[in-house]
C-alpha cells in the first residue's frame, strides 16, 4: 500500500516535495496543509485537497507521514513539535545551534503522541553532516571542512533587500579556490571565515539610490558580511531576472585524516553536492527520509531521530535482497 | 568499559587494524589469531598474544568482536560462517556476485550463535555501496557511476605475476579523464568497460626473457585485461621498490539526477575517496563497523548485517548528544 504522504506549508520547499513525490511511486500525496486560504492554492497535483493548516487534526488518520515545510526562524521551532503529537513528521530544520533543543521539545512531543520526528533533514543539515559524521568515524585523527556554493544564500539575499533603496537582490556564497586546493592537499590549514568563502551580491537599486552607500551598509553588516570579503554588482531588474532567477546551491565536505603505525599514510574523503535547485535536492532527501520515518514508526518506533540514527535500508523502496545483490 | 577486539588474519589488514585500533581509544586489542605458527609473528603491540586460530573457541568470552582479515577468495566463504557461530564478527568479504549467498550463510551462523555479523564492510563493497545506495534513494530518477582508482590492483598484479618470466608486477587501475568528465557533466553516458578505465602494469621481467610475449599475454589475458587498454612498462627490480612499494587505493561514485515538475533541474552526487594505503584505510572503516557491531549485540540484535543495516550513530564513540551539537 502506498505511504499516504501530507505537505505542510507550500513554497519553494513544499512544491519540491510535491515534485520529487511523483518520482517516487510507493507514496502518495495525500494533502496539502497551507495557513494561506486553501482556495488560493493551485496545486500541479491533480485530485489533491489543499486544506487550511488548523484542519490537520483531522486528517490524523489519514496520512502516514507529514513533511513540514516552514522556516526555520519562526515556523519549525513550534510546528513540528505540535504537528509531532498527531503525526508521523520529518523537517529540515537548519538553525545548526539550536538543534539539540529542538530535537527535545520533538522527541518529547513524538514520545507522548506514540509517533516517530525525523529532524534537521537536508543537505546541510543532512547528508553533509552524515557524512562529516561517518568520516571521522573512519578516521579520527584527522580534521574536516565544509565548504558551501556555489550558491545563493537566501537569508544573505533577504538581508541585502531589507536595504534602503534596494529593489531586489541576490547573494552568492563562493568557496575560495586556494582555501580548497589546501585542503584537498591534506595540508589540514587554519582557515578563518574570511579565508573560506567569498561572497557575490547583485543589486537593483532604485532609481537615484545612493549606491556607495548601499555597498557599504552590505559590506559592513555584522554577521552577515563584515567577516567575509564581499564584491556587489549593481545591475538591472531584467538583468537579475535573467541571470539569477534560478537557486543553485552545492559544496563540499572534506575530511583529510592519517594511519599507520606512525601516521605515515594520508587518505582524503570528500563528498560533494552541486545543485541547481537548493529546494528541491532538499525535497528529495526529505522524502527518502520521511520514507524511513514512516517505515521506523510501522516497526513500533517513536521519538525523534536524525540522519544519525536512521538504519540507510530504510530510505530505499528497495527489498533488502535487491540491496544487497545490486548496491553492495 | 574498553571494547575487546580480535584480530583474525595477520597480513596487510590485520597490520592495518592493529595500527588502526591505537586511534580508537574505546577500543583494545585483545589477541591475534594466526593460522601460521603464532611464535612466528611479531605483533606491534606489546603484551598482546598471537594465538592459533584452532585455539580462537577458547577465547569466546574474551573477545567482544572478532575482525577477520583473511581473503574472500577462499578464507572469508569458510571463516565468517564458522566464528560467527562464537563471535560478533566484521569481514570486508568482497565478491560482488556471491555477497548475498555469503550474507545468507553468516546469517544462519550468527543467528544460531545469538551474534551479531557485519559483512562486506570497507570501501568498495562498503563506503561507495553506502553512497551509491543514499544518492539512488534521493534521486531516483537518475544514473551513478563509480570509477576506481588511480590505484594498484592486487588481483590484477597476481595475476601478471603468474605469466611465465615475470619476477614482479604492480597494476594500476585508471580511470579514463574523459569518461569523467562526460559523467561530472551530467551527460549520462552509456559506457563500456573499456571507456571507463585504463590498466597499466609495471612489470619486472627475468634476464633473457621474451618481453613482447609477456606484454602479449598480459594483454590478451580473459576477465583481467583483455577488455581494456593496457599499458605494460618493464621496470628494473629496483625501480619496482622505488616507485611502486605502496598500496595506493580510491576512486569515485558519481549519480546524476534531475527533478522538478519537468526534470529541468539536473543535480550531481559525488563521493571520493583518495587512499595512501588501501588495507590501512580499509582496517579503519572495519573497526569503525566492529564498534556498532559491539553495540548491536549490546543491545540484543542477531544476525547478520551490511553497511545498509548499521544505524550510523552506533560508528562513533560521541554520544549521541555530541554528535547533535558537534556534527549535525
Redesign the interface.
Known amino acids: 500500500m502506498s505511504i499516504r504522504v501530507g505537505i505542510y506549508g507550500y513554497g519553494n520547499l513544499g512544491r519540491?516535495i510535491e515534485?520529487?513525490l511523483r518520482?517516487?511511486p510507493d507514496m502518495t500525496l495525500a494533502a496539502v496543509f497551507t495557513r494561506r486560504d486553501p482556495a488560493t492554492l493551485s496545486l500541479?497535483t491533480e485530485g489533491v485537497p489543499a486544506v487550511a493548516a488548523a484542519d490537520a487534526p483531522l486528517w490524523r488518520d489519514k496520512i502516514d507521514v507529514m513533511i513540514l515545510c516552514g522556516g526555520s526562524a519562526k515556523d519549525l521551532p513550534e510546528q513540528t513539535p505540535a504537528l509531532a503529537r498527531l503525526f508521523n513528521v520529518v523537517d529540515s530544520f537548519d538553525t545548526?545551534a539550536e538543534?539539540?533543543a529542538h530535537?527535545a521539545r520533538v522527541d518529547e512531543s513524538a514520545r507522548e503522541g506514540g509517533r516517530v520526528a525525523t529532524v534537521?533533514v537536508g543537505w546541510d543539515?543532512g547528508?553533509f553532516?552524515?557524512?562529516?559524521?561517518?568520516a571521522?568515524?573512519?578516521?579520527?585523527?584527522g580534521a574536516d571542512y565544509t565548504f558551501w556554493g556555489k550558491g545563493v544564500s537566501q537569508g544573505h539575499s533577504d538581508a541585502i533587500r531589507r536595504i534602503e533603496g534596494v529593489l531586489d537582490a541576490r547573494q552568492y556564497t563562493v568557496p575560495r579556490p586556494e582555501a580548497l586546493a589546501a585542503v584537498r592537499a591534506g595540508e589540514q590549514p587554519s582557515l578563518s571565515t574570511r579565508e573560506k568563502h567569498t561572497r557575490e551580491c547583485f543589486v537593483v537599486a532604485e532609481e537615484g539610490a545612493d549606491l556607495s552607500r548601499i555597498e557599504r551598509e552590505i559590506k559592513e553588516m555584522p554577521h552577515y558580511f563584515a567577516d567575509y570579503d564581499t564584491t556587489v554588482h549593481f545591475i538591472s531588474a531584467e538583468e537579475l531576472a535573467r541571470d539569477h532567477s534560478g537557486i543553485p546551491h552545492g559544496g563540499v565536505v572534506i575530511r583529510t585524516g592519517k594511519?599507520?603505525?606512525a601516521g605515515e599514510?594520508?587518505?582524503?574523503?570528500?563528498?560533494?553536492?552541486?545543485?541547481?535547485?537548493n529546494p528541491?535536492?532538499t525535497?528529495?532527501?526529505l522524502v527518502?527520509y520521511a520514507r524511513a520515518t514512516y517505515r521506523l514508526a510501522c516497526e513500533g518506533a517513536v521519538g525523534c531521530k536524525?540522519?544519525?540514527?536512521?538504519?540507510?535500508?530504510y530510505?530505499?523502496p528497495k527489498s533488502?535482497?535487491e540491496?544487497?545483490?545490486t548496491?553492495?
Open positions: 519540491g515534485s520529487a518520482q517516487n500541479s545548526h538543534i539539540p530535537f534537521s543539515p547528508m553532516s552524515l557524512n562529516r559524521f561517518l571521522g568515524a573512519i578516521l579520527p585523527d594511519t599507520g603505525k599514510h594520508s587518505h582524503k574523503i570528500e563528498y560533494s553536492l552541486s545543485l541547481d535547485s528541491e535536492f525535497a528529495s532527501v527518502a536524525t540522519v544519525f540514527d536512521v538504519p540507510p535500508a530510505l530505499s533488502h535482497g540491496l544487497l545483490s548496491l553492495l
